[in-house]
């Protein structure tokens, strides 16, 4: 049974910092692609990140330059450090496993950003 599971969500300041994580289990972790999608309320789930289980990263343009996406294959966990954080930041993020067959996704974890 594959599960991802998100933590590092909370409440932040504007120009803050957080690090999200998605541990995974039940899936050759080095074999998928990972993404990281947020959802506003009110809003369609949109794609913030994603990276290839090569490597390759790519991001949407509004956090190009403050968000990175990485993964560590040995703990079976995908990070979004999220820098200069921004109150239009502010939703459910949620990770995203792919592979050939199927996709899956985590619970997700709240991110607030205050002004």
């Known amino acids: 049974q594959v599960q991802l599971v998100e933590s590092g969500g909370g409440l932040v300041q504007a120009g803050g910092s957080l690090r999200l994580s998605c541990a995974a289990s039940g899936i050759i972790f080095r074999s998928v692609a990972m993404g990281w999608y947020r959802q506003a309320p009110g809003k369609q789930r949109e794609l913030v990140a994603a990276?290839?289980?090569?490597?390759?990263?790519n991001y949407a343009d509004s956090v190009k330059g403050r968000f990175t996406i990485s993964r560590d294959n040995a703990k079976n966990t995908v990070y979004l450090q999220m820098n200069s954080l921004k109150p239009e930041d502010t939703a459910v993020y949620y990770c995203?496993?792919?592979?050939?067959?199927?996709?899956?996704w985590g619970q997700g974890t709240q991110v607030t950003v205050s002004s």
């Open positions: 990276i290839s289980s090569g490597g390759l990263t």
């Open positions: 995203k496993a792919t592979n050939a067959a199927n996709w899956y």
